[in-house]
């Protein structure tokens, strides 16, 4: 059931209130009892839940480092090996096939 917000226009009391979509709108003010009591436009508050949606589908898994959390530089290094700079060399390219047909 969605929270809505109330206010009123009278003495300005503001009241949250746990209401079905379907309930009537509060018109009557608890704290005064004017017919003042007005729904405020505020934002929605939710989180998606369940597969699907980005937060679940790229955490955790088998991306390798793009999965792994970024190390801080005041944290120590595990990995004994060195690390390098320099980027991967490419792979060899195919070696074209000649078939009988063409010679």
Request: with cysteine; charged share 15%; proline share 11%.
């Amino acid at each position: 059931m969605p929270i809505y917000a109330y206010r009123c226009e009278a003495c300005g009391h503001a009241k949250d209130v746990l209401q079905k979509i379907s309930d009537p709108v509060l018109t009557t003010c608890p704290s005064c009892g004017a017919s003042a009591f007005k729904k405020q436009v505020t934002a929605a508050g939710f989180q998606l839940k369940g597969s699907g949606w980005y937060v679940t589908d790229f955490r955790g898994g088998n991306n390798g480092a793009a999965a792994a959390p970024a190390a801080s530089a005041d944290a120590p290094s595990t990995s004994d090996a060195p690390k390098s700079d320099a980027a991967p060399a490419p792979a060899p390219a195919p070696a074209a096939s000649t078939s009988p047909d063409a010679l």
